[in-house]
Structures are given as structure tokens and as C-alpha cells.
């Protein structure tokens, strides 16, 4: 192989794996629904075919690094028959979460749109948020959970908490 040949294919190589790791929109149900996330965050698994679709991310957590714990971000999609579903939809969900160990609804939630609560899992408590959106006959949901560990920075919480809003603004239908 040529020299310049090499040095192309290393630099091709180089710009496709930057561009792989920096991949910030994705898109389900036949681009459907689109969505941006951080940079920083890893898609561990994608499933954009079949009923339902989904998207999960983990979330770095420079606390919980090197344990079983983990920051993570899933964007689900369900489709329905029709639009009359999305209630009974959203209500099986919440149904879902209450069977879940030490299930708690957070009493500090005051936004009506999010189901927020606290699930155990392993030995640690777990703060999840679920927001739901419907886009024509396609449930959207939006789950965000993060370990509360004590070592855990507020600043990161806080960060961590606004990523996963802007997910939620981010959906296009």
C-alpha cells in the first residue's frame, strides 16, 4: 500500500471514529421521531425496528464508576392503532413502575407531566422520570434514572436532571 494510500485510510478511519462517538441525533419509527442527546452520552443498545422501538443510553457518572450503578436514559416508542390508546398506554406504564422494588412516588415532583418516583435496585435507590408524549398514534416515553449515591455532586445531579429534560424538548414528531 502506498503511503498516501495508508495515510487516507488512517485518516478516514480517525474522522468515521470521532463522528461514531459524537453521534447526537437518532431517530425512530422511519425518522418519525427524532431526538438529540449529549455527546458524552453512549448508546448501549438500539432497537428501531418492530414494535416498540428504542434507544438506551448510559449516562458517564464519574461517582458511580467501577460499580454495578449506572446513569441511563431510555427513548421508547410504541405504536398504536390509534390515538385513543395513549391513556390506557401511559396508565400500563405507570402500572409497570409500581411493581418494581421499593417503588415510591416522589413527593417532591410538582410537574404533573412526569411520573417521578424511586425504585431499589441491587442495594441502591434509584430516582427515575418518565415522560410521556404522543406524536400522532406513537407513544413516546422518555425514562431517565440515576442512582442516588451520596458522593454524588449536586452540580452533577442538576446537570444530569437538565440533559434528560432537553431530551424530552429535543422530540420531534
Not at 421499593?102 to 442495594?123: L, M
Not at 442512582?147 to 444530569?160: D, H, Q, R, S, V
Request: charged share 20%.
Amino acid at each position: 500500500m502506498k503511503p498516501t494510500t495508508l495515510l487516507i485510510l488512517l485518516a478516514s478511519l480517525a474522522t468515521s471514529t470521532a463522528h461514531a462517538q459524537a453521534k447526537t441525533d437518532y431517530s425512530l419509527n422511519g425518522d418519525q421521531i427524532r431526538f438529540h442527546v449529549p455527546a458524552s452520552w453512549t448508546a448501549i443498545m438500539e432497537k428501531a425496528d418492530g414494535n416498540p422501538q428504542a434507544v438506551a443510553f448510559q449516562v458517564p457518572d464519574a461517582t458511580a464508576q467501577g460499580s454495578e450503578d449506572s446513569a441511563n436514559v431510555t427513548v421508547k416508542t410504541r405504536q398504536l392503532k390509534d390515538a385513543g390508546e395513549f391513556a390506557a398506554t401511559v396508565q400500563d406504564e405507570f402500572e409497570r413502575s409500581k411493581a418494581q422494588g421499593g417503588y415510591e412516588t416522589d413527593p417532591a415532583n410538582k410537574d404533573s407531566s412526569v411520573h417521578q418516583y424511586f425504585v431499589v435496585r441491587g442495594k441502591t435507590k434509584y430516582l427515575v422520570r418518565d415522560s410521556f408524549q404522543l406524536s400522532g398514534t406513537i407513544a413516546v416515553e422518555v425514562r431517565c434514572q440515576r442512582p442516588l449515591l451520596a458522593a454524588t455532586p449536586a452540580a452533577w445531579n442538576g446537570e444530569f436532571d437538565a440533559a434528560c429534560a432537553a431530551v424530552v424538548a429535543s422530540l420531534k414528531h
